[in-house]
């Protein structure tokens, strides 16, 4: 038996459990609008995309690079390119300024399954040589795995 100490109201459990439930599910709602690599990606089309920034966005939960790609009969195709989250990318040593339209990049990663001009990006390379993690989901390089 449970006594009520004078100025103390005695909770409603039921309807603090209740609240409880309520917050739970609504903060486990945007983990079931994120998804996996293997969801949207495809770890059997890698793309190498050589071309110069049209934009950089800089959002949650992912971050974007817009790269316009001449393929070989020079026609200019633009690519969406997600890399990880813009705090992920930060650490990793990129600026807001890092890639302002116009900036010639390498970007090594794997085309999206309905074979759309998206992609998953792994690394940035520039034009001087800098090498940068994009923070994405995807599995490792073919060139990187089983090496240690």
Known sequence: ???????????????????????????????????????????KKPVRLEGKVTQMEWINPHAWIHIDVAGPDGKVTNWMVECGPPGVLLRRGFTKNSLENGTEVIALGYQAKDGGYRANASTITFKDGRRLFAGGSNPDLPENQGKQ
Request: charged share 10%.
């Open 1 to 43: 038996m449970r006594l009520k100490q004078p100025g103390y109201p005695m909770p409603d459990y039921p309807t603090f459990t209740a609240a409880v439930c309520v917050c739970m599910f609504l903060g486990a709602l945007p983990l079931g609008a994120h998804h996996a690599f293997a969801a949207e990606f495809d770890a």
